[in-house]
């Protein structure tokens, strides 16, 4: 037994320190690749926070399940283990102070593991700095900033407390279900007052989350309505919110009403409570959107009401939409074709993988240096490649993380994104790639949903152009003269994204950079003489 124990406690160790080592050299690792990009303060800042976040949801999910398991543990009275010494049977009681010790082993284990969760930390960020619009919806008042960055992150904070206590729920039911405190006797469900009590108080945590959901319900109706293509209209607005409205705040205090009829034994009256509102909330919802438009309206009074909220949706797309790159994506080029016209020292590929080793002395390949030995191990643990800790060694050898113009921008500027293909531009003895780029949300009120790349978005305006060198893999955020809100609130977390674009650009007007003249200026910014491209290269720029 004593050899078992020993056996699991160094597999334990090992997977804990593997566990450790890969975080460690994750961040020494991503620190070296930050530090080449020249986005050092930026790297730290989304670091940091998600750092921060995770402790915090690990934190959180091992304090709501080790009380939990608290209260199981006050349950019980012992628990006796049977020992068996030669042909004597005896049992033997484990301590409280175990049992206690246990359960919280057990709740930082599971609380380690929702710190593994995806989590939106440029969502956050945002949250945090406070984005307005300085203008908001005619129906709720919201301001518009609410709906791109608050409401996103309302909604990922309800769906991980709603994981936290759905496991919490689940181990305290399955450990009253494995003590005398649950059980079935002649057909019948016997609980303890102190279970009975434990699960009505989860109940009536369940049900809070419900009414949460049912008040973050009313925003996303303004933004997927229960119109044609999702559009918001006069059934949402006359009966849906207020629907909603309603069964959020009696939830709310039915929550309550449940606890305290749990705690006095009327056991029918609870579950009938919460069985009700699990049914009546989406029934009503179903019937009202499926029933109510034609209820005493003809088909031409049902058009005329409509009329002014899609005069409303109209107004609300178009300020959504903006000023988005209005480049189109030309046709693409052939890879063979496209690698003979690319000067053979570049770094930065169309078709270019996730990383690669180069070898640069003179130090101007923006990449993390494989000299020493304990480079090698940090890039080669994070990368999850053994070959990488003996690829190396010499004096130059560096990894290049990012070796396509999309993945290279995503480590630089990640909350942005491109919104038409990179564009090459050659020019004596080197090139260029230049992409469009654009900040997009998901959540818009009374915006017609704009589908783009596979993608379903409500709101998309310009970030300006990303200027990536294929020779040094370099990358350069030149933002428009006119940002939005969001791309200003960005500016002034990360300026260090944009600084050495600002200084590329010094003297040259921004307010060109808009999609109708980006061409042009980007050619007079390169100083360099506009060639037309070929006609059989349709998406190729030269100089």
Known sequence: MTQRR??????LGLLVALAVGRGI??????????????????????????????TLVAAVAALVLFVNLLGVRHSIVSVVLPRQIGNLRIGE??????????AAAVAVAIGALFALVDLDVQQVLLALHGVRFGESDPFLERDIGWYLIGFPVERALWETVVRIVMVASLFTLVLYAATPSLRVREGRLMVTDWARRHLG???????????????????????????????????????VLPYLLT??????????????????????????????????????????????????????????????????????????????AAGTDRAPIALDSLRRLIPPRAVILPDGGRYRVVHDTTGQVAAAALETWGQRISQAWAMQNPRLAMDGGAMGDRLLVGTNPWS????????????????????????????????????????????????????????????????????????????????????????????????????????????????????????LDYLSPPSHFPSLETV
């Open 6 to 11: 020993s056996r699991w406690r160094w597999i």
């Open 25 to 54: 050299s994750g961040v020494v690792a991503g620190a070296a690749q930050a530090e080449a990009l020249g986005v050092r303060p930026s790297w730290r800042l989304f670091t940091a926070m998600d750092l921060f976040l995770r």
């Open 93 to 102: 009681a484990i301590p409280m102070r175990l049992l206690t010790l246990g």
């Open 201 to 239: 108080v989860l109940g009536g945590v369940a049900m809070l989350l419900l009414a949460w959901h049912w008040r973050l319900a009313r925003y996303e109706v303004l933004v997927t309505g229960s119109g044609a293509s999702e559009g918001f209209g006069a059934v949402d607005h006359r009966l």
């Open 247 to 324: 069964l959020s705040i009696v939830m709310a205090g039915a929550a309550g009403v449940f606890i305290v009829a749990v705690w006095q034994r009327a056991t029918r009256v609870a579950v009938g409570l919460l069985l009700s509102f699990l049914v009546i909330g989406p029934l009503g919802r179903l019937a009202i959107v499926t029933f109510a438009p034609s209820l005493g309206a003809t088909t031409r009074g049902i058009r005329d009401r409509e009329l002014a909220y899609v005069a409303t949706r109209a107004r609300f797309t178009a300020r959504a939409s903006g000023a988005v």
């Open 408 to 527: 290279r921008i995503a480590r630089v500027a990640p909350f942005l994104r491109p919104a038409t293909m990179p564009r090459l531009v050659i020019r004596e003895g080197g090139a260029l790639w230049v992409v469009d780029l654009e900040v997009a949300g998901e959540w818009y009120p009374l915006a017609t949903p704009l589908p783009h790349r596979g993608t379903v978005v409500r709101y998309r305006r310009s970030a300006g152009v990303a200027l990536v060198d294929a020779m040094t893999g370099v990358v350069r955020i030149l933002p428009p003269a006119d940002p939005d809100p969001v791309l200003r609130a960005w500016m002034a977390l990360v300026p260090d994204v944009f600084s050495a674009g600002a200084s590329l650009g010094r003297g040259i007007d921004r307010s060109a950079m808009d999609s109708t003249h980006g061409e042009s200026t980007l050619h007079s910014f390169l100083r």
